[in-house]
């Protein structure tokens, strides 16, 4: 199995990278991939280093003239990595009316910690960080309205922990089924050595569990070399669950690869 794709792509209109669109398309057909999705940060928590920094009519014109010279080669999607959208959701509406290819929801912020601070470890008992982080991922997917949830399990990125209960992690994805909202596989911690995917295998076998068929692979690069990073290898063990479907979203719509 192979998936020829990178959903989740971050160019220097993310406030976090240093590589373009054009040099990570120009990766990406170099090494024979079908489509790649740019999903810049969109982050309105008022302490988040991005906010305000994204910018639709820029990102737009240059997917848009990046199409015109690469588009018979590979599909270019815009997408973005809205965080938190049940906390903003004025400012998220008015996204979902743009015309993305997908939208990926993110939960990057715990009230007024970053889901990576190191504060959280010397302030809160692990059962304590974790709570708070399922709790505002369930929020999230109850709130839905957009395709698929980035990247959970991002708290053990910086916790290097995991704890959960398969109770809530059911919920959770019981409510992702409901609302239509796909699971992202994200490949970043394979490519910095760490031999699971966000979320684990076992994670996604829950999903698959609750009903869940929608599965979507990004790398998250940010930078040179990134693109495609890890998604076999996340993909590869991910084979043994039954019922999934892999593919992409183009205009908000998923279609199997
Ligand atoms: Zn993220
Ligand atoms: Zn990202």
Redesign the pocket.
Known sequence: MRYPADM?V?STFSCDATYTIEEHVKDAISNGYRAVCF?E?VDYHPLDEGRGFYNYDAVSQEIHQLKEIYGHQILILKGI?FGEPHQYPREFEAYTKRDYDYILA?VHWMGDYFVLDKRLIQEFTPEAIFEKYYRELEAMVRFGGFDAV??MDYLRRGTGLDLYSEEQLKAIFSLMVKNDIALEINSQNLRRGIEHSFPSPDKVSLYAQAGGKKVVLGS?GHHAGNLGSGIEQALDACKHIQGLTYGIFMGRKFTAL
Do not use: L, M, V
Request: net charge negative; aromatic share 0%; hydrophobic share 10%.
């Open positions: 989740h971050h999903t940060h990595e993110s980035a990247h998250d």
